[in-house]
């Protein structure tokens, strides 16, 4: 089987892979196209010693011929995490492409069924790809809601920096993108305010909410010096190192801290049927699955958008 293989340090692309292994409840999916976030090259680079297929940002196809992606939790679903209703914190699970189990840079991936969510005929591959980030951009607006007058602040002009703004747009909240390229900046649209980072510390201690999404040891730095008294900071990267960051304004400022990781996939493809985010500015270049090793190179250069594999 051919796919995009990690040795905890690199990627490289391989034919001489074996054909994964069904374990019980799952069901192979062939995949058409798989898109390369910044956490499969921060696992490339040795973030949790992971090895084995990457990709966990898919489309693909059952063996009935239905179009789908899949959430990459792997739940036991009988733990007692698993009864309460946190099946993405099951801590029996596996996450594809991250966590015990291969990826979907591949011809085919294993998936549990319960995990596959259908694609709308309205809904492109291309799009399709964007499921999984999207939905992790509005598990945010489950956590902290915000609404009209609130002030947000989104670090991170990358992928899903501009994700998460698009998203938290929708609730009426003032959304204010920082970020180091102003073409990048430009992207989010009028409705976003774009503040270049050399200049964001002027609105120091303003914001009700800010997300970091820079994928940076400094993100959370910055984001505790925007954040007003009382206010939220939300984690939303992670980083293959160490932060080194004083936590004094945590307990002076009084301020929440929360971790945000997988979102509801059926809101991700209600927002691009009813084309609320349009995805596809985000894309930057597609290789074919056997170029696996320069499409890397390329979703890793400084300000680079969406890079896409094409597997069929």
């Known amino acids: 089987m051919r796919g995009c293989y990690c040795d905890g340090s690199s990627v490289r692309f391989r034919e001489d892979l074996p054909g994964p292994v069904r374990l019980e409840g799952e069901e192979p999916l062939h995949v058409h196209l798989a898109g390369i976030c910044d956490t499969d090259i921060q696992l490339a680079r040795g973030y949790m010693g992971f090895r084995g297929i990457l990709g966990h940002e898919f489309v693909g196809t059952t063996d009935s011929g239905r179009r789908v992606v899949a959430e990459i939790n792997n739940a036991c679903r009988t733990c007692p995490t698993c009864l309460n209703g946190s099946v993405h914190h099951c801590p029996h699970r596996s996450v594809l492409g991250i966590l015990n189990h291969d990826g979907a840079m591949a011809d085919i991936v294993m998936v549990p069924s319960v995990n596959l969510h259908e694609i709308p005929a309205s809904i492109d591959d291309r799009q399709a790809v964007f499921i999984e980030p999207l939905a992790a951009a509005f598990r945010i607006a489950e956590q902290v809601p915000t609404s009209r007058g609130d002030r947000v602040a989104v670090l991170g002009d990358g992928k899903l920096g501009l994700l998460c703004a698009w998203v938290l ?137 969406k890079v896409l594999l094409r597997i069929r």
């Not at 964001?200 to 959370?220: E, L, Q, R, W």
């Not at 160490?242 to 004094?248: K, M």
């Not at 084309?275 to 390329?298: C, N, S």
């Open 169 to 305: 747009r929708l609730t009426g909240a003032s959304i204010h993108l920082v970020g180091k390229h102003p073409m990048k900046l430009a992207m989010a649209g009028a409705a976003i305010e774009p503040i270049l980072l050399d200049q964001c510390m002027s609105d120091a201690k303003s914001f009700d909410v800010v997300v970091d999404a820079t994928g940076s040891p400094t993100g959370f730095s910055t984001a505790l010096g925007l954040v007003k008294p009382q206010g939220t900071v939300v984690l939303k990267t992670t980083v293959a190192g160490d932060y080194f960051t004083n936590l004094a304004p945590v307990v002076i400022d009084e301020l929440k801290v929360i971790g945000s990781r997988c979102g509801p996939f059926p809101k991700a493809i209600e927002a691009l049927v009813n084309r609320q985010v349009d995805v596809l500015p985000l894309i930057e270049a597609e290789y074919p699955l056997e170029e696996a090793e320069e499409a890397f190179r390329r979703a890793s250069t400084r300000g680079a958008r």
